[in-house]
């Protein structure tokens, strides 16, 4: 069975061992010692940790994550990092891709003018123009009469 | 410099093509079809985008296949319950529901992605000559001699 503790802490346990032996409660005069302006108001002003800035910075870079990966930063932090190395590594994939889908469309315009993609690529060199697929398959897109004067002009030379 | 999306959404307008499937071997039909459903046949052709064409197919009842695969052939799936594995051979499917061969066909030569169930929507199976689509076709012929320019 506890005794009251005292207010003083350390004084705690001496009442807990001596029970006869009464400890005085220290008087409310005492914290006039310390008045509340002197000590500084604890809720006025929060101190913002170091961590939760970078928390902060990590989270912003989540947003429209799936899930915990949006909100909590333990997730997070693992999700932004993998979302940079796919940034990473896609940005040298991206130009393979932009290759890959030029000569898809090249040899879509292409089949459409009688001729394939793997005929037509020879013939260019053998007609010595340099435009590369990118530009081929933007004029194929969007210019069909100049791409069809290229392909006049690879087929005259072919003969 | 280009974009590489030429095609928007909103400004694709398909081509309506007609084939004729009869006597036509299955296999190497779906494989001229496929194509024409995933726009590869296009210079604009997007990946990301839904730039196929629309194909209608009459006769699908009249349809081939080489070798002994109307009766050798078997069509495998399951109903998910147990012991649910069912199978049909290419002659039943012929009685019950003909077109059905084709489009099975077709759509294993799609891309497997999430744009290949509007892809197969463009594909409209009729199992007789006669279609509903007159007014949409404007005398695109056969395509197996080949797309116009």
């Given at each position: 069975?506890?005794?009251?503790?005292?207010?003083?802490?350390?004084?705690?346990?001496?009442?807990?061992?001596?029970?006869?032996?009464?400890?005085?409660?220290?008087?409310?005069?005492?914290?006039?010692a310390f008045p509340p302006s002197a000590v500084g108001s604890a809720m006025a002003q929060q101190e913002r940790s170091m961590a939760s800035k970078k928390h902060k910075a990590v989270l912003r870079q989540t947003k429209g994550y799936r899930g915990r990966a949006k909100n909590c930063f333990t997730v997070a932090v693992r999700r932004l990092q993998k979302a940079l190395q796919y940034a990473y590594r896609d940005r040298k994939q991206k130009k393979r891709d932009m290759r890959t889908l030029w000569i898809q469309r090249v040899g879509a315009a292409s089949r459409q003018h009688g001729m394939s993609y793997n005929q037509l690529i020879p013939s260019l060199n053998k007609a010595r123009i340099e435009l590369n697929r990118k530009v081929l398959a933007d004029i194929a897109a969007t210019e069909p009469y100049s791409f069809r004067a290229v392909m006049d002009t690879v087929r005259s030379v072919k003969q | 410099m280009s974009v590489a999306n030429v095609l928007l959404r909103r400004s694709h307008r398909p081509m309506w093509h007609l084939v004729d499937a009869k006597d036509q071997i299955v296999g190497r039909l779906a494989t001229q079809i496929a194509p024409l459903l995933v726009g590869k046949h296009k210079p604009t052709y997007s990946p990301n985008v839904a730039c196929g064409d629309i194909v209608v197919v009459i006769n699908a009842a009249d349809v081939q296949f080489t070798g002994k695969k109307w009766t050798d052939k078997v069509y495998r799936w399951h109903s998910g319950y147990p012991g649910g594995l069912k199978e049909r051979t290419p002659k039943q499917q012929l009685e019950r529901r003909p077109e059905e061969i084709l489009r099975r066909a077709?759509?294993?030569?799609?891309?497997?992605?999430?744009?290949?169930?509007?892809m197969i929507l463009q594909l409209k199976i009729y199992e007789g000559p006669a279609h509903p689509h007159e007014g949409d076709l404007r005398g695109k012929s056969n395509i197996l001699q080949g797309p116009d320019d």
């Amino acid at each position: 069975m506890l005794r009251i503790m005292s207010r003083v802490g350390g004084a705690a346990l001496s009442a807990w061992r001596h029970p006869n032996h009464v400890l005085p409660l220290a008087p409310r005069a005492a914290w006039q010692a310390f008045p509340p302006s002197a000590v500084g108001s604890a809720m006025a002003q929060q101190e913002r940790s170091m961590a939760s800035k970078k928390h902060k910075a990590v989270l912003r870079q989540t947003k429209g994550y799936r899930g915990r990966a949006k909100n909590c930063f333990t997730v997070a932090v693992r999700r932004l990092q993998k979302a940079l190395q796919y940034a990473y590594r896609d940005r040298k994939q991206k130009k393979r891709d932009m290759r890959t889908l030029w000569i898809q469309r090249v040899g879509a315009a292409s089949r459409q003018h009688g001729m394939s993609y793997n005929q037509l690529i020879p013939s260019l060199n053998k007609a010595r123009i340099e435009l590369n697929r990118k530009v081929l398959a933007d004029i194929a897109a969007t210019e069909p009469y100049s791409f069809r004067a290229v392909m006049d002009t690879v087929r005259s030379v072919k003969q | 410099m280009s974009v590489a999306n030429v095609l928007l959404r909103r400004s694709h307008r398909p081509m309506w093509h007609l084939v004729d499937a009869k006597d036509q071997i299955v296999g190497r039909l779906a494989t001229q079809i496929a194509p024409l459903l995933v726009g590869k046949h296009k210079p604009t052709y997007s990946p990301n985008v839904a730039c196929g064409d629309i194909v209608v197919v009459i006769n699908a009842a009249d349809v081939q296949f080489t070798g002994k695969k109307w009766t050798d052939k078997v069509y495998r799936w399951h109903s998910g319950y147990p012991g649910g594995l069912k199978e049909r051979t290419p002659k039943q499917q012929l009685e019950r529901r003909p077109e059905e061969i084709l489009r099975r066909a077709v759509m294993g030569m799609l891309p497997k992605n999430k744009l290949r169930s509007r892809m197969i929507l463009q594909l409209k199976i009729y199992e007789g000559p006669a279609h509903p689509h007159e007014g949409d076709l404007r005398g695109k012929s056969n395509i197996l001699q080949g797309p116009d320019d």
